[in-house]
């Protein structure tokens, strides 16, 4: 395999692989072979967490319990189950956390849970309150970084309704508040789905890039990356966002003065002419970003990206001759 140093700290750690979810919607036992079978290829530097409903545990404990564990823990992201109020999610946590400790004890360091990802109840996101947003985060990263020594990432999702901006906006500066005095917690997007209205526009991509990046908190994204540029999709009728645009316009945010209109522009792009990864830097139409730069913004700013097929990136980027 050959990569250029660029690229290969573009992908680190990029993707989370989330085969149980649709499209691909595979069963536990498939997907979790999958996963581990992606740990041990040669594309592993951009394999990330496997992102599991806390209600699916108990399939990944039968699975586990039959499979040869990898050297390294396997490392889970997990969904807490819904609710549309708040008393619900609260409820809820309680009782899916009790669910996470079993699992972890179980596996005895064969496992590792240390990333959630928590849609916010309906209740809260029509609230015109911002405490409501504040108390509500913070108790829950009390409560999921009590479980053990080990601190864990949270990030919280939205909608991308009419009042988007608004919510996202309240999201994004409560975890702000949040992260000023407790464990660091970050936006989740949703950038795409089945079906067309799933698919944020791209100034609304910008727009939560901005607000991530002026607040420092750290955004994840998912649905709709499966592949690296911005192209037209016949099947769902829509624009599918690429990931090197979404992860583009992130690393080249924090490294430039770059307007959201230029931002808008970028994650717009689907010439891949116009994106260059050398062995010394990422550039996209003369704003160019260095190996250090890239992985400062990796790190800080744009984390990974779930995704129902692992393979179908890294094919992309072969058939680009982005990797040979």
């Not at 400790?101 to 809260?124: A, C, D, H, M, T």
């Amino acid at each position: 395999m050959k990569i250029s140093d660029s690229l290969s700290k573009f992908l680190y750690n990029l993707i989370d692989y989330a085969g149980l979810f649709p499209p691909a919607g595979l069963k536990p036992d498939i997907a979790l072979s999958n996963y581990l079978e992606y740990l041990s290829s040669e594309f592993n530097f951009a394999l990330n967490k496997f992102i599991i409903p806390v209600s699916r545990l108990s399939d990944a404990s039968d699975f586990l319990k039959k499979s040869d564990y990898p050297q390294t823990p396997v490392s889970f992201s997990v969904i807490p189950s819904a609710g549309k109020s708040i008393g619900d999610v609260r409820d809820s946590l309680i009782h899916d956390l009790d669910v996470c400790k079993k699992f972890i004890e179980e596996f005895q360091g064969s496992v590792e849970i240390n990333s959630y990802e928590i849609k916010l109840p309906e209740e809260l996101l029509i609230s015109d309150n911002p405490v409501k947003y504040y108390d509500l985060i913070s108790y829950i990263n009390e409560k999921i970084n009590s479980l053990s020594d080990k601190s864990s990432v949270i990030y919280f999702e939205g909608l991308l309704n009419e009042e988007w901006k608004v919510n996202s906006e309240k999201i994004i500066e409560a975890v702000y508040k949040n992260n000023l005095n407790n464990f660091p917690c970050g936006f989740k997007l949703r950038t795409g789905g089945l079906t067309p209205e799933a698919f944020p526009e791209s100034h609304q991509i910008a727009f939560c890039l901005r607000q991530c990046l002026d607040t420092k908190v750290p955004v994840k994204f998912t649905a709709g990356l499966h592949h690296p540029f911005r192209h037209f999709d016949k099947s769902i009728g829509a624009e599918m966002h690429g990931f090197v645009n979404v992860f583009g316009a992130g690393i080249t945010a924090m490294r430039h003065n770059i307007t959201n209109e230029g931002l808008t522009e970028m994650l717009d792009d689907g010439n891949p002419d116009n994106f260059k990864f050398t062995d010394d830097s990422f550039t996209w139409k003369g704003w160019e970003t260095e190996i250090d730069d890239i992985v400062y913004a990796r790190n800080d700013l744009v984390i990974s990206y779930g995704s129902c097929s692992f393979t179908e990136p890294i094919d992309d980027l072969k058939s680009l001759k982005l990797i040979y």
